[in-house]
């Protein structure tokens, strides 16, 4: 599963987001702490889309197609698959 490009792009502009790829046996996760935030992150999916709203940022990224799971938990953003 790639890391959607939209991520990408928001971490390479913002120092405090960070990526996290890790491949398990069975399941490969990717993992992305927003950081030192004001507020806590929230997520909201609309078709093949998903929102996540943190203050006044938003970062919209599309779902990859082989994920079966996205959620954020404690701030962190987590795509398994």
Do not use: C, H, S, W
């Not at 806590?40 to 929102?51: C, H, K, M, N, S």
Request: no cysteine.
């Amino acid at each position: 599963m790639e890391t959607p490009p939209e991520l990408e792009a928001a971490a390479g502009e913002q120092d405090e987001i960070t990526i996290t790829n890790r491949q398990y046996d069975e399941e490969q996760v990717i993992a992305v702490d927003f950081g030192q935030v004001a507020g806590q992150p929230t997520l909201d999916i609309v078709g093949e889309t998903a929102i996540v709203v943190i203050d006044e940022a938003q970062f919209e990224f599309g779902i990859p197609t082989d994920a079966n799971e996205v959620k954020i938990n404690d701030g962190i953003l987590t795509i398994r698959d």
